[in-house]
Nanobody
Framework: QVPLVESGGGLVQAGGSLRLSCSASGRTSSTYAKGWFRQAPGKEREFVAAINPSGGITYYTDSVKGRFTISRENAKNTVYLQMDSLKPEDTAVYYC?????????????????WGQGTQVTVSS
């Protein structure tokens, strides 16, 4: 097991910024692919961003490209999601996830471990 704990969510006005963090405790997760997903009320969980184990490759869903940045610090077992120019439609519970497969993973079923989620609310 790789317990994942997200933090950094909150309420922000449209156009504002938040930085989410996801820390993995216990066993090192530096060889795992990491990703962020989100789920809005009444909607399915959707992919947001992914990063490979070394941090050299990233991938984003189209709706957040140019606004969100995923990064990781393997020495701290932590992955981040910097969210800028936030929009009301970004409102959701955000989840971090870790995949044993490595590489870049964009599908829900490719991830093995999940955090409990952190709420992000963007007001208009």
């Amino acid at each position: 097991q790789v317990p994942l704990v997200e933090s950094g969510g909150g309420l922000v006005q449209a156009g504002g910024s938040l930085r989410l963090s996801c820390s993995a405790s216990g066993r090192t997760s530096s060889t795992y692919a990491k990703g962020w997903f989100r789920q809005a009320p009444g909607k399915e969980r959707e992919f947001v961003a992914a990063i490979n184990p070394s941090g050299g490759i990233t991938y984003y869903t189209d709706s957040v490209k140019g606004r969100f940045t995923i990064s990781r610090e393997n020495a701290k077992n932590t992955v981040y999601l910097q969210m800028d120019s936030l929009k009301p439609e970004d409102t959701a519970v955000y989840y971090c996830a870790a995949s044993l497969l490595g590489g870049i993973r964009t599908r829900y079923r490719e991830y093995d471990y999940w955090g409990q989620g952190t709420q992000v609310t963007v007001s208009s």
